[in-house]
Nanobody, 130 residues
């Protein structure tokens, strides 16, 4: 059974950094999107960043451009894929539950639509205080 597991969340002060990790198990590495979404209390889930494993430029929400960086590993163990989200200069408005997502299909659906993704992690909490 395919699985995504996030880690790396926590509580920080504004201006500090965090690095989130997402390990995807039993999902084929070829031609998948791995992305990050976040959801704050009372708000809809929003896309943060996405990266295509086959190459190409990553996608970012305007609110995080220049501060967040998505990347992936290139491990030869093709049974696992790991995606990272480096978050710098964090702001209180970045406070949310962060979810890792993977899309093995969904071609033609915009990168920032949750409908594109068929696998989701349980989430990791990020809290930024001012």
């Amino acid at each position: 059974l395919a699985q995504l597991q996030e880690s790396g969340g926590g509580s920080v002060q504004a201006g500090e950094s965090l690095r989130l990790s997402c390990v995807a198990s039993r999902i084929s590495k070829d031609n998948i999107y791995m992305g990050w979404f976040r959801q704050a209390p009372g708000k809809e889930r929003e896309a943060v960043a996405t990266l295509f494993s086959g190459g190409g430029m990553p996608y970012y929400a305007d609110s995080v451009k220049g501060r967040f960086t998505i990347s992936q590993d290139n491990a030869e163990d093709r049974s696992k894929n790991t995606a990272f989200l480096e978050m710098n200069n964090l702001k209180p408005e970045d406070t949310a539950m962060y979810y890792c997502a993977a899309a093995t299909r969904g071609y033609g659906i915009p990168w920032n639509s949750p409908k594109k993704y068929d696998y989701w992690g349980q989430g990791t909490q990020v809290t930024v205080s001012s």
